[in-house]
């Protein structure tokens, strides 16, 4: 059974990092194109990185660029988000999502086909 689940959200205060990880079961990692999205209330869901599984390129949207960070551990079969200086409007449910094909648009949802469950972030003081 394909299945990802997101972990590591919380509360943090503004300034504040966290570690998000993505764990798969029931496929390989290494084969696939990893992305997080978010959520914030009353809004659309949006992409915030990818990294692709041919070379592991990674992407980010301009409102997290420099702040967060990408990247992957085949052995682990995990994908990780680290999130440092968060601000108040980094509050979401992120979710991760996975592609087994070449990514054109790396931050946009119809590009991935399985998705977790997510995990809450709130910044605040």
């Known amino acids: 059974q394909v299945q990802l689940v997101e972990s590591g959200g919380g509360l943090v205060q503004p300034g504040g990092s966290l570690r998000l990880s993505c764990a798969a079961s029931?496929?390989?990692?290494?084969?696939?194109?990893i992305g997080w999205f978010r959520q914030a209330p009353g809004k659309e869901r949006e992409g915030v990185s990818c990294?692709?599984?041919?070379?592991?390129?990674?992407y980010y949207a301009d409102s997290v660029k420099g702040r967060f960070t990408i990247s992957r551990d085949n052995a682990k079969n995990t994908v990780y988000l680290q999130m440092n200086s968060l601000k108040p409007e980094d509050t979401a449910v992120y979710y991760c999502a996975s592609s087994p094909h070449t990514i054109v648009a790396p931050l946009l949802l119809y590009e991935y086909d399985y998705w977790g469950q997510g995990t809450q972030v709130t910044v605040s003081s």
């Open positions: 990294i692709s599984s041919s070379d592991g390129s990674t």
């Open positions: 029931g496929f390989t990692l290494d084969y696939y194109a």
